[in-house]
């Protein structure tokens, strides 16, 4: 008889400034792992991009990028767009938008079927951040990796085991941090997506047609 799997869903939190065709592609490469090991089905995906709070240099509005990516996500039969984090007038920490979604979803399935755990999903990039003295406060390193667990994608040259290793919270979790493998390179940033918008080059096949649509009729990245 098969064994009962956990229902997961995937959280990506982030700029999305714009974006791009490897953010939606990192969605695919982690349910396939996830499924591969046997515990899992992932019944969900979600974006949440960042406030307008965050204050990063180049960052369109918060409606922007929240339509851009319902725009690209259309094609996703899996995965949608929260604008709940978008919306706040202020920087909202990972572990808090994690805690709020996670409670969000018991609520809504407390009369049905069990509520499926949350995962962070993220680049390798991204556990470097750790490491960034002053920029997590310790307890929510222990929130976001204890409780919830992350579901990291290679990328680069990167080693996100090194980070795992270096960081003595993530090497205590490290049963509920999950390494996927790329082996398809792709190294799309938004960073240069931008940066090819703002010298008039083109960057389809980089992002979703309907989103470079949408960027040409509102001006942005120019």
């Known amino acids: ?6 229902p997961l869903v995937l959280l ?27 515990q899992y089905q ?13 204050g990063k240099q180049g960052l369109v509005l918060a409606k922007h990028r929240v339509a851009m990516a319902k725009l690209a996500l ?5 995965v949608t767009v929260d604008d709940w984090e978008s919306r706040q007038p202020d920087w909202t920490e990972t572990a808090v938008t994690m805690s ?26 991204f556990l470097e951040s750790f ?19 992350l579901v ?12 795992v290793h270096e960081s003595d919270t993530l090497s205590a979790h490290r049963r509920n941090v999950f390494h996927v493998r790329e082996w398809v390179s ?3 940033s938004a960073t240069e997506v931008r940066r090819a918008l703002r010298r008039d080059l083109s960057v389809k096949y980089l992002i979703p047609d309907s989103v470079i649509e949408y960027i040409h009729q509102h001006n942005l990245y120019t």
């Open 12 to 38: 990506a939190c982030g700029s999305f400034n714009p974006i791009t065709n490897q953010h939606m592609r990192l969605f695919e490469l982690a349910r396939d792992h996830m499924h591969s090991t046997g």
């Open 100 to 125: 709020l979604k996670q409670y969000n979803m018991e609520k809504s399935s407390r009369l049905s079927a069990p509520s499926p755990q949350l995962k962070l999903l993220c680049g390798a990039d």
């Open 42 to 54: 992932v019944v969900g995906g979600v974006v949440s991009p960042v406030s307008d709070g965050y």
């Open 152 to 163: 990291c994608v290679s990328r680069g040259g990167l080693e996100p085991e090194r980070a």
């Open 186 to 188: 792709n190294e799309t």
């Open 74 to 78: 259309r094609s996703s039969n899996w």
């Open 1 to 6: 008889m098969a064994t009962s799997r956990v």
């Open 131 to 149: 490491k960034i003295p002053g920029l997590w406060q310790e307890d929510h390193v222990e929130e976001v990796a204890g409780r919830f667990g």
